[in-house]
């Protein structure tokens, strides 16, 4: 592990940290970040190492590159790292009052109150209902087809985010009104928003009625709820039940933004994430008939899905673990340093804006063999080239900084292409897509059309 030194300490090896080559200036590397993030942050790691700053507009920033460098970044604590300050783009969207709104004390209290919803009984409830969310998706369809890969995965995430972490009062709304005002919600996450998050621009003012909307929404259930006397067993009702260390309950605005964070995390990155395993694995033929058979080896006795099974399923655990890797839904976190921070011989000062890149990382090629290739083996034994080190994965982020559901979201993509490939034939029939830079979580771009086939023999769920 890194040791953090206090940067108050002279040390004569202190140096000044590279400066990546090519700005411009007032902007700095701003358009060639727009560009292509990744392949700036991987040319930069080429020519300076682990650690180097770059400017974008008027902001300075430290890219923190390689498990080392990484095991620095998680491992500060939040009074010299502050996420916080950061993340005030998301205030509008989440609620005054939450998350990134309250001092760290009171948002670790509200993450824990997500541990009960995802203990192991509610686990076997969500997989339950990943099964027959998707298996609703597939009988939806003709029996040839395509169609649109991102929007398809974005809407049935929502089906099953909603219905699992919230309530099955919100679910029976996401066919309606519900998807729409999450998908304009979903728009405030910009790189324009980073910056100026309340700048009265169309997408701003859409993201501000739809959480005005969604804010009604819940309000009216919790009412109602209220009113019948009516205790479901859900997120929502825990949060109605829940109270702070101090003994206070939670307001309506609070569970309302507590839910919207938690629905946030569970599937907005989903989504993107099983857009890129449903592409990479389209193009990989062989690889799916070793899911196939693995399926009807685990789930063919019963005809069903449930957790257990998916915890033997480890081809297609591999295969989401995989894009994880290739494919991260968020290519770079950020935090504020609020105080010097001493790297090695580099000492960051405060005020600058430190940043990893899991999609830069990722591909590192002393970790990862091939790097640019599509290998789930490689996280089988005896690869195993994730556990070279703590943070060479870094997909959800790491140590104490690592989203807590991360299990839920690996289950979530691996239960749904489990059986949408039992279903279907895939494929796709243009180039691959590149990625989408100009969207915070980075899918593909559009179009990006999956084609399918319905599969008349060797099903296994009926």
């Not at 009988?139 to 985010?161: H, R, W």
């Amino acid at each position: 592990m890194v040791q953090l030194r206090d940067a108050s300490t002279k040390s004569p090896e202190s140096r000044p940290i590279p400066e990546l080559s090519g700005g411009t200036p007032l902007i700095g590397h701003l358009l060639e970040f727009q560009r292509d993030p990744v392949a700036m942050l991987s040319r930069g790691r080429s020519q300076l190492g682990d650690l180097f700053q770059f400017r974008l507009g008027p902001r300075q920033f430290v890219l923190f590159g390689g498990p080392e460098a990484h095991d620095a970044f998680f491992s500060a604590p939040e009074d010299q790292l502050n996420a916080k300050s950061v993340y005030q783009f998301t205030v509008p969207i989440f609620g005054r009052g939450v998350a990134y709104d309250v001092a760290p004390e009171i948002m670790d209290e509200q993450l824990g109150f997500l541990y009960p919803a995802l203990r192991e009984a509610a686990m076997q409830q969500f997989a339950r209902i990943m099964y027959e969310e998707t298996s609703l998706f597939a009988d939806s369809l003709e029996d040839e087809g395509a169609f649109d890969l991102p929007a398809a995965m974005n809407e049935l995430t929502v089906k099953i985010a909603s219905r699992s972490l919230i309530g099955q009062e919100v679910r029976d709304q996401v066919d309606s009104w519900f998807a729409d005002a999450y998908h304009d919600l979903q728009k405030g996450i910009n790189t324009l928003g980073f910056f100026l998050p309340r700048l009265p621009t169309p997408g701003h003012r859409s993201r501000d009625r739809a959480r005005k909307q969604v804010a009604e929404l819940f309000g009216g259930i919790m009412t109602e709820r209220r009113r019948a006397g009516a205790r479901p067993d859900d997120f929502m009702q825990s949060l109605m039940d829940a109270s702070y260390a101090d003994g206070r309950s939670l307001s309506d605005d609070e569970i309302t933004g507590i839910l919207l964070t938690v629905l946030f995390a569970g599937q907005h990155t989903s989504a993107v994430l099983a857009t890129w395993t449903g592409l990479e694995l389209a193009r990989a033929s062989s690889y799916v008939a070793r899911v196939r058979d693995e399926t009807q080896a685990v789930f063919g006795e019963t005809g069903s899905m449930n957790l257990d099974g998916l915890k033997q399923h480890v081809t297609m655990q591999h295969a989401v673990r995989e894009c994880e890797r290739l494919h991260p839904p968020l290519i770079i976190l950020i935090r504020k340093v609020l105080q010097p921070m001493r790297y090695g011989d580099y000492v960051i000062p405060a005020g600058t804006l430190a940043m990893v890149s899991p999609a830069m990382s990722h591909r590192l090629p002393h970790l990862f063999a091939e790097p640019d290739r599509f290998d789930p083996d490689r996280f089988s034994a005896p690869a195993l080239e994730d556990k070279q080190h703590p943070y060479a994965l870094i997909g959800f982020g790491g140590g104490k900084h690592r989203c807590m559901g991360k299990h839920f979201a690996e289950m979530q993509v691996q239960a749904i292409w489990t059986v949408l490939f039992d279903r279907f034939e895939l494929s796709f029939e243009t180039d691959f897509p590149a990625p989408n830079y100009g969207s915070w979580v980075t899918g593909p771009e559009t179009p990006c059309q999956l084609h399918y086939k319905r599969r008349s023999q060797g099903r296994v769920f009926r």
